[in-house]
């Protein structure tokens, strides 16, 4: 998990009690797991292209303050602002196994 991926790594885990509206996204992350698989150039393209093709068609909506959505936020507003494009296409990687944590 994120946390222990964290602790191993000999940092401290992040503290969002200062932004609570960041807890949702924050709690997602943590239950999600990531694994790496190397790519050919043209295959990682390929991915790039189609993970932008599934997500560039919601529509922008800005939010008052700094509000992350998690992906399954965004997809039932069909749709978010630029950070909430940014955590759906990271999402959207990390279920094809193509994505390491950030």
């Not at 969002?16 to 694994?35: N, R």
């Not at 560039?56 to 069909?78: L, V």
């Not at 978010?80 to 193509?98: F, P, T, V």
Request: charged share 25%.
């Amino acid at each position: 998990m994120y946390a222990e991926s964290i602790q191993s790594a000999g940092a401290a885990e992040p503290n969002f009690d200062q932004f609570p509206k960041w807890q949702p996204i924050a709690e997602w992350f943590k239950t999600q797991h990531y694994h790496s698989h190397h790519l050919s150039d043209a295959q990682f393209d390929e991915l790039i292209a189609q993970v932008n093709k599934s997500i560039n068609h919601y529509q922008f909506i800005s939010d008052k303050g700094d509000i992350w959505k998690t992906p399954d936020q965004f997809h039932h507003d069909k749709g978010g602002d630029c950070d909430d494009y940014s955590i759906a296409k990271m999402d959207r990687l990390a279920n094809a196994g193509h994505c390491c944590p950030v």
